[in-house]
C-alpha cells in the first residue's frame, strides 16, 4: 500500500518507521519548520506542508488534506505526532485504514498529555496503544499495545524514554502486519487477525510482548 504519515512534531515515530523500510510514499505535517520535516527529506521521502495556521476552517483543511492525499493516490495512513482531529469524512474515506500511536494503555489516559495524566495517576503499569482511528479521539479499535513498568521512583524523563522506545519498536511492527494483510477492520468495527493465534503468538513474542 502507498502509506502516508501525517506529523506535526519531531517526527521520531517517523524515523523508527523509515528505518523499518515502511513504504511511505509522502509526509504531511500541520506545522511549518518541524524536525519530521527535515527526516523526510533525509530518507528522500517527499514532504508536504499544510500548515494549520493558515486554513483554520476544520473542513477545510480536512478537504486541502484529501486533496493532496489523492493526488498521491495514498492507500493508508499512519498518525505520527499528528496534533489534530480528523473530520468524520476522512475518517469515513480511510475507514479500516487509519492508524495512530498513543502513548498510554487505551482506554486509559485518552486526549492530550497522556504520559503526564499517567505519571501523575501514579499508576504502576502505562504503555503504548496502536489503533484503527475513528470518529472518537484515541477511542478506535485497539490493534495492538505493549505495556510499559513505572517502578516506585522512576523519573518521568525516564519513563518518556521507554514509551518512546516502545512506541518505535511497536508501530513500525503494526504498520507492517497491516501492510501484510496479517490484521483488518472488520465490517462490525472488530480488530480481525489473519494469522492463526500461534503465529500471532509467535510474532508478539519478536516484540517481546508475551
Ligand atoms: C508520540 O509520543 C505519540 O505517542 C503521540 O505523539 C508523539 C509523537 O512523537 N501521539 P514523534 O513526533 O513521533 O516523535
Not at 476552517?57 to 498521491?72: G, P, Q, S, T, V
Not at 524523563?157 to 504498520?175: C, N
Not at 472488520?186 to 509467535?202: A, F, Q, T
Not at 510474532?203 to 508475551?210: E, F, K, N, P, Q
Request: charge should be negative; glycine fraction near 8%; include cysteine.
Amino acid at each position: 500500500m502507498r502509506w502516508a504519515v501525517l506529523v506535526g512534531g519531531t517526527g521520531s515515530n517517523l524515523d523508527a518507521m523509515l528505518r523499518a523500510n515502511v513504504p511511505v510514499s509522502l509526509v504531511v505535517s500541520h506545522r511549518a519548520e518541524v524536525p519530521a520535516l527535515g527526516i523526510a527529506e533525509r530518507y528522500g521521502v517527499l514532504a508536504v506542508v499544510l500548515d494549520s495556521k493558515t486554513i483554520r476552517n476544520r473542513e477545510r483543511y480536512d478537504e486541502a488534506l484529501c486533496k493532496i492525499l489523492d493526488a498521491h493516490h495514498i492507500e493508508a495512513i499512519a498518525l505520527a505526532g499528528y496534533m489534530r482531529w480528523l473530520t468524520s469524512e476522512t475518517v469515513a474515506a480511510y475507514r479500516g485504514r487509519i492508524v495512530n500511536v498513543h502513548p498510554s494503555l487505551l482506554p486509559a489516559f485518552p486526549g492530550m498529555h497522556a504520559l503526564d495524566q499517567a505519571y501523575r495517576h501514579g499508576v504502576r503499569w502505562t504503555g503504548v496503544t496502536i489503533h484503527f482511528v475513528d470518529e472518537g479521539q484515541d477511542t478506535g479499535p485497539i490493534i495492538m499495545q505493549q505495556p510499559v513498568p513505572i517502578p516506585p521512583g522512576e523519573s518521568q524523563e525516564a519513563l518518556e524514554s521507554k514509551i518512546h522506545m516502545a512506541e518505535h519498536r511497536l508501530y513500525p511492527q503494526v504498520v507492517w502486519a497491516l501492510e501484510r494483510g496479517w490484521v483488518h477492520l472488520g465490517v462490525d468495527g472488530r480488530v480481525i487477525w489473519d494469522l492463526s493465534h500461534k503465529e500471532v503468538e509467535s510474532w508478539m513474542r519478536g516484540l517481546y510482548l508475551v
